[in-house]
Structure formats: C-alpha cells, structure tokens
C-alpha cells in the first residue's frame, strides 16, 4: 500500500510538475508576442514618422522652386519692361 501511495504522489507531483513547466511555456510565449505586438506597432509608427517628414521637406522643396520660379518671372517682366520703354535697370 505504501508503494501504491508513494507512485501515486509521484505521479501527481510529476503531472504538477509537467503542468507548471506547460505554464512558464505558455507565459513566455504570451510575453513574446506581446513584445512582438509591441516591437511591431512601434516600427510602423516610426515608418509613419519617416513618411511624415518626407512630405514635409517635399513640401518645403515645391514651396521654394515655386518662390524662386516667381521671383524668376518677376525678374524677367521687369528686365523685358525696362528694354520695352528703354529705361535703365535698377
């Protein structure tokens, strides 16, 4: 009876045992994808960033070709006004 007894523990102590190991398992596995979950969305929020700035300085760009465009046909109206009614340019 004592042998019986002392398997019987045993085996409960390895299933307790098997069943704890199962659970650190499942927790580590839940820990990484929460970390990969997190890893993601913070790269995606970083490229959204970089998209972001990109069109900023694009917008930057096509703001001052447009300014020195003008600037450029200011220049020339004027330069073709002054040889039009032959006054000096300033």
Known sequence: MDL???SLIHCDAVYCSCRL???TREAKMKEL?????ARRKFMSYTQQQKETELARLD???RR???RERDLLIIIIIYVLLC???D???I
Do not use: G
């Open 21 to 23: 190991l199962a659970m």
């Open 59 to 61: 917008d930057d760009i």
């Open 64 to 66: 001052k070709v447009t």
């Open 33 to 37: 994808q929460m970390l990969d979950a």
């Open 87 to 89: 006054q000096e340019l």
């Open 83 to 85: 040889l039009f009614l």
């Open 4 to 6: 019986a007894i002392h």
